[in-house]
């Protein structure tokens, strides 16, 4: 009985190899058609704001510290012995989580914990709480948390709805490409490129305004990365801190043109808190003054910008 099973097997083997071999010598693979997985969220036409940009508030303009005290800030805290802090996790250079101590780093990072602890001490108890660019707004109104430090521009339609600190940083809006895309600048953007942005972010306007590009958002920057990656969208546009720490990733990709937008970077905080918006531009003078600003900029910026930065003078509007 084994033998006959033996034999059987044998055979059909054997009629396996006579059927391989049979096939045709120049048949390969079948085709598979794989979908490009594409991010939660992504939205292939994004609504874009035409109104006409209000800057009559002087977005630029913050609160003069004035005789504002730490005892005032510290009243305005949800917890008078914590700061919560809303930033980026995925933001190289400005915001991220350091992968060696699991710990968030960055030139936002450093500025936000110095204002903290300027508030709460050198000891200051810190939580920070990671959102992307479309949660900032809400994050300090439904008292989430304390102030936002992530990359923010000021403008007038954001301080309808929160405070702003004096200007922190001047950043400007310019293009991330492929090294190899032949695409130097706006001029080369036509009407059949995808331009990947955040969504919530002021990119999505200047971009559909200056160029014949249409643009893409997703919810979170990164997204754009792999977007770009692998070939879904020719570009990514966003402020130049932002796309540098993208470049750093990845040295087949490339920031190009000039800046085409002003991007003033402020902290906000919940509407109303202007007390609280004193004492941090009071800490921002401090922080300015001694020095921890350049050294912030110096270690997390200066290289891959390649300017030598400065910071920003304030501007009060009482």
């Not at 008078?80 to 350091?98: A, F, H, K, R, W």
């Not at 796309?243 to 990709?253: C, I, N, R, S, Y």
């Not at 808190?273 to 941090?280: H, V």
Request: net charge negative.
């Amino acid at each position: 009985m084994i033998r006959h099973q033996i034999r059987f097997a044998a055979a059909a083997a054997a009629c396996l190899v006579l059927a391989a071999c049979s096939q045709p010598a120049d048949m390969g693979p079948p085709q598979v058609d794989v979908p490009t997985p594409l991010p939660s969220g992504i939205n292939f036409s994004p609504e874009i704001d035409t109104a006409p940009v209000d800057e009559s508030c002087q977005p630029l303009a913050s609160y003069n510290p004035g005789s504002t005290t730490v005892e005032q800030a510290v009243a305005q805290l949800d917890d008078p012995e914590q700061i919560t802090i809303g930033v980026s996790q995925s933001t190289n250079l400005m915001g991220y989580i350091d992968p060696e101590t699991n710990t968030p780093a960055g030139f936002d990072i450093d500025i936000a914990t110095a204002v903290a602890q300027s508030i709460l001490g050198p000891d200051a108890n810190i939580r920070f709480v990671p959102m992307t660019s479309g949660e900032r707004e809400p994050a300090v109104n439904d008292d989430r948390v304390d102030m936002v430090v992530r990359t923010m521009t000021m403008n007038c339609k954001r301080w309808a709805n929160v405070e702003f600190s004096a200007e922190y940083f001047h950043a400007g809006q310019r293009l991330l490409v492929p090294t190899a895309s032949g695409i130097t600048g706006l001029a080369d953007l036509a009407d059949d490129h995808l331009v990947c942005t955040g969504e919530g972010s002021t990119s999505v306007r200047t971009i559909a305004e200056q160029s014949a590009a249409m643009p893409v958002t997703v919810p979170d920057f990164n997204d754009c990365l792999v977007l770009l990656q692998q070939g879904t969208v020719d570009a990514i546009t966003s402020d130049d801190t932002i796309l540098a720490g993208m470049a750093v990733q990845d040295p087949t990709l490339q920031v190009v043109g000039d800046a085409f937008s002003q991007e003033p970077y402020g902290i906000a905080v919940q509407k109303g808190n202007t007390d609280l918006a004193r004492y941090i531009n009071a800490a921002l003078a401090q922080i300015i003054a001694n020095g921890t600003w350049q050294t912030a900029y110096d270690k997390w910026l200066k290289g891959p910008l390649g300017v030598a930065g400065a910071p920003p003078s304030p501007q009060y509007r009482d």
